[in-house]
């Protein structure tokens, strides 16, 4: 395994481990890693259960989806920048021989 394939197990183990130290269940656990799916938001959810100590399951799904839709709007803000970025080129250079191919 490398040492990224590594570094993600070890955040999921984490959090997982997390989850059942609140007395849910291993497979309560699992779902919510694989909602969450990065290592980074693993561990941001992670920090979140160390820190605010929900009460209950549906305040772990929600912290969830609320990561989730985080993430989600940062990815389509990056490509829309991108996007915006390369239309502008366009705009200022003009199509060249490669591009209209």
């Known amino acids: 395994m490398n040492q ?3 570094s993600w197990a070890l955040a999921r183990k984490q959090l997982v481990d ?6 849910y269940t291993e497979e309560f656990g699992n779902a919510i890693a694989k909602g969450l799916g990065g290592e980074r938001v ?3 959810m992670t ?3 160390n820190l605010a100590k929900p009460k209950s399951a549906e305040e772990i799904v929600d912290e969830m989806l609320a990561i989730s839709s985080e993430v989600d709007t940062w990815r389509k803000k990056k490509a829309n ?3 915006n970025s390369e239309y ?3 705009l200022s250079q003009g199509l060249t021989d490669e591009d209209e191919n």
């Open 4 to 6: 990224n394939a590594e």
């Open 18 to 23: 997390t989850i059942c130290n609140m007395g």
């Open 42 to 44: 693993m561990r941001r």
């Open 47 to 49: 920090s979140y259960l």
């Open 81 to 83: 920048e991108y996007y």
């Open 88 to 90: 502008n080129k366009l």
